[in-house]
């Protein structure tokens, strides 16, 4: 299995960075590869559920793959195994905790780049979300990618290389890898023989994910995960009466508070008790006093962080909803003026023809406005409970 294969259905990108990989691997050799083929920065960029952060560390893995005599990226030796999983000395992964990447943070990720990596091949930092960078915190990095350290590799990840996502003058200095949204059966197949996922439910979770990889794996494998998509996708036929406005609007704020709870709810935990043991939880002698003092302030700042990634995941899930909103309404509009495009819900097609029939065109593009003002409104820290109300309400009335 090469690190390859968590790159799904974007071929073009895996071949030059591939052979970007080899020219890394001369270098390493003591050779010269041909000028312009191995950069120091890279920014990868696409939709949704692309795989950027995927094709990043995929990249990663093999610009550290230990293998020589075939094409880097075995997937095989430790290099590569322990990059993928995370556990890689000399490859360091940056992702926003909360809502934003701090200045703080960036400044000592700068410095730590700056070593030269312990096996003698490359340091690699992966920047998730560069596009949650504050000014501050891309003002650090920038002065990192333009005088870069020889043996530092900086792969950013960000939806666009627009100047909303990544700053111009940052973006200059990368090379850009653009990835497409995967074709429903690449998907599929990547879910069939990389996760081990049956034939029928791979082909059903890719054909409904929107081009959403992890998306798919998520509806492959957790039963919470599709009720969930159920329960939003019930929501525009069960709007009957201006009591159900709320009801809805419940129901979607509560399932985003559970998903953002499932998903943190044991690695607060695990937080929690590694930094009480680090603090000396439990101890008795000399200096326990001190340190049960010092741990109260670790664990308030601890909690703080804690509850800015359950915001950030809550927002993160509701935008999923939102978005799995806009595909039905997307898809009412296509059956109501005939076209042939293919649905984003084809396992509610039913329903999709129900709403054609009942709304008019204008009234089915109102609702569709609605939700994605809602998505904008949600973006620039408009609380959520309100917005998503003002959403529903639109919904009712069209």
């Given at each position: 299995?090469?690190?390859?294969?968590?790159v799904?259905?974007?071929?073009?990108?895996?071949a030059?960075?591939?052979?970007?990989?080899e020219?890394a691997?001369?270098?390493?050799?003591g050779?010269?590869?041909?000028?312009?083929?191995?950069?120091?920065?890279?920014?990868?960029?696409?939709?949704?559920?692309s795989?950027?952060?995927?094709?990043?560390?995929?990249?990663?893995?093999?610009?550290?793959c230990?293998v020589t005599?075939?094409r880097?990226?075995?997937?095989?030796c430790?290099?590569?195994?322990?990059?993928?999983?995370?556990?890689?000395?000399?490859?360091?992964v940056?992702?926003?905790?909360?809502?934003?990447?701090?200045?703080?943070?960036?400044?000592s990720?700068?410095?730590?780049?700056?070593r030269?990596?312990?096996?003698?091949?490359?340091q690699?930092?992966?920047?998730?979300d560069?596009?949650?960078?504050t000014?501050?915190?891309?003002?650090?990095?920038?002065?990192?990618?333009?005088?870069p350290?020889?043996?530092?590799v900086?792969l950013?990840c960000?939806?666009?290389?627009h100047p909303?996502?990544?700053?111009?003058?940052?973006?200059?200095?990368?090379?850009?890898?653009s990835?497409?949204?995967p074709?429903?059966?690449?998907?599929?197949s990547?879910?069939?023989?990389?996760?081990?996922?049956?034939?029928?439910?791979?082909q059903?979770?890719?054909s409904?994910?929107g081009?959403?990889?992890?998306?798919?794996?998520r509806?492959a494998?957790?039963?919470?995960?599709?009720?969930?998509?159920?329960?939003?996708?019930?929501?525009?036929?069960?709007?009957?009466?201006?009591?159900d406005v709320?009801?809805?609007?419940d129901?979607?704020?509560?399932?985003?508070?559970?998903?953002?709870?499932?998903?943190?709810?044991?690695?607060?935990?695990t937080?929690r008790e590694a930094?009480e043991?680090?603090m000396?939880?439990?101890g008795?002698?000399k200096g326990?006093?001190?340190?049960?003092?010092?741990?109260k302030?670790?664990l308030?700042?601890l909690?703080?962080?804690?509850?800015s990634?359950?915001?950030r995941t809550?927002?993160?899930?509701?935008d999923?909803?939102?978005?799995?909103?806009?595909?039905?309404?997307?898809?009412?509009?296509?059956v109501k003026?005939?076209?042939e495009?293919?649905?984003?819900h084809?396992?509610?097609s039913g329903?999709?023809r129900?709403?054609?029939?009942?709304?008019?065109?204008e009234?089915?593009?109102?609702?569709?406005e609605?939700?994605?003002a809602?998505?904008?409104?949600?973006?620039v820290n408009?609380?959520p409970?309100i917005a998503?109300?003002?959403?529903?309400?639109t919904?009712?009335?069209?």
């Amino acid at each position: 299995m090469s690190v390859w294969d968590e790159v799904v259905g974007q071929p073009d990108a895996v071949a030059m960075l591939s052979t970007s990989a080899e020219a890394a691997a001369t270098i390493v050799a003591g050779g010269t590869p041909a000028p312009g083929v191995m950069t120091h920065a890279w920014l990868f960029t696409g939709p949704p559920g692309s795989g950027p952060t995927s094709a990043a560390r995929a990249f990663a893995g093999a610009l550290q793959c230990l293998v020589t005599d075939d094409r880097p990226g075995c997937g095989e030796c430790s290099g590569c195994r322990t990059t993928l999983h995370g556990t890689h000395a000399d490859v360091r992964v940056v992702a926003p905790e909360g809502l934003s990447i701090s200045v703080a943070e960036m400044r000592s990720l700068v410095q730590i780049s700056a070593r030269r990596p312990t096996s003698g091949r490359w340091q690699v930092v992966i920047i998730e979300d560069a596009d949650r960078l504050t000014e501050g915190a891309a003002n650090a990095l920038l002065k990192a990618v333009e005088e870069p350290p020889e043996r530092t590799v900086f792969l950013l990840c960000a939806p666009s290389d627009h100047p909303d996502d990544v700053s111009v003058t940052i973006r200059s200095r990368c090379r850009l890898v653009s990835l497409g949204s995967p074709r429903p059966a690449a998907i599929a197949s990547a879910l069939e023989t990389v996760d081990g996922i049956s034939l029928e439910m791979a082909q059903w979770a890719a054909s409904v994910c929107g081009g959403n990889v992890a998306r798919a794996r998520r509806l492959a494998a957790d039963e919470q995960s599709r009720s969930r998509r159920e329960a939003v996708l019930r929501i525009p036929l069960a709007l009957r009466k201006p009591a159900d406005v709320f009801t809805c609007a419940d129901e979607l704020i509560k399932a985003a508070e559970d998903d953002a709870s499932t998903a943190n709810e044991s690695r607060n935990e695990t937080e929690r008790e590694a930094l009480e043991t680090a603090m000396g939880a439990g101890g008795t002698g000399k200096g326990t006093a001190a340190a049960s003092r010092g741990a109260k302030g670790a664990l308030k700042d601890l909690e703080k962080r804690q509850k800015s990634r359950a915001t950030r995941t809550q927002r993160d899930s509701l935008d999923m909803a939102l978005v799995d909103l806009a595909g039905f309404y997307r898809d009412a509009l296509v059956v109501k003026t005939g076209s042939e495009a293919a649905l984003m819900h084809p396992d509610r097609s039913g329903d999709s023809r129900t709403a054609a029939a009942q709304w008019s065109s204008e009234s089915i593009l109102r609702r569709l406005e609605a939700v994605l003002a809602c998505r904008e409104a949600i973006e620039v820290n408009v609380k959520p409970r309100i917005a998503i109300e003002a959403m529903v309400t639109t919904l009712h009335r069209g």
